[in-house]
């Protein structure tokens, strides 16, 4: 990741607490027993695929991401961005508008009919993809991506999404030659939560356990 100034890390702190305010806001942040897209139970569950409902969240949240990429990835370092089903879709295809970028998504499985391709889209060899997700636990859904990617000719390196449940997937990823860049991470979330009163100190410790070596 880039080296940031000092402005720059202040500019960063505020991006995560507009998000933290967001998942507040929306109650995004749920406990109970979930089973995750990975396979994995979880005791706690993000829900970022109901931010679209909400037009000011979904637009805010857009425009967080175009700053992280536009300041970590640097939008001269690729030439198209690619939407992970379901719950990357939306952001990524808007994402893509407001960068001027061309936009394509992965299937979870090949068509059986048309051109079965995984790939959705225009997608020419030697092009610069980057990935784009809500979240990343395992890593399993943006890697699955980036080989169905990189097997029709394309090239991956980079990833971002809005937060990283610290989980192992930002490792996995780096064995697989991808950077994952996240705006927040789980245990800051949970802990900017829980000092606005948003959630109990029970439900915090939950979110703080779940990570690897919590």
């Known amino acids: ?10 500019e960063m702190e505020f991006m995560k607490g507009q998000l933290c305010q967001i998942l507040y806001k929306i109650g995004a942040l749920k406990f109970g027993t979930f089973r995750l897209t990975s396979g994995k139970i979880s005791p706690y569950y993000i829900d970022l695929r109901i931010v ?3 037009s000011d969240a979904f637009h805010k949240i857009c425009d967080l991401y175009v700053k992280l ?40 499985t090949r068509r059986r009919h048309g051109r079965e391709r995984r790939v959705e889209g225009v997608l020419m060899p030697g092009d610069e993809v980057l990935l784009l997700d809500d979240l990343v636990t395992s890593g399993r859904s ?4 980036a080989s169905a990617i990189r097997a029709e000719g394309g090239v991956v390196g980079d990833a971002v999404v809005l937060i990283d449940r610290e989980e192992g997937g930002k490792e996995v990823l780096a064995k697989d030659d991808i950077r994952l860049y996240c705006l927040l991470r789980a245990g800051e979330a949970a802990s900017t939560l829980h000092e606005v009163g ?17």
């Open 1 to 10: 990741m880039l080296e940031k100034s000092g402005k720059d890390d202040v």
């Open 52 to 54: 679209p409902s909400f």
């Open 69 to 108: 990429i536009k300041d970590n990835v640097g939008i001269d370092n690729f030439k198209r961005i690619a939407g992970i089903p379901i719950a990357g879709l939306p952001f990524a295809s808007v994402t893509a508008y407001n960068l001027n970028k061309s936009f394509l998504y992965t299937r979870p």
């Open 142 to 145: 943006l890697r699955e991506a």
């Open 198 to 214: 948003a959630i109990s100190d029970v439900e915090l410790d939950v979110v703080l356990k779940q990570r690897k070596g919590g």
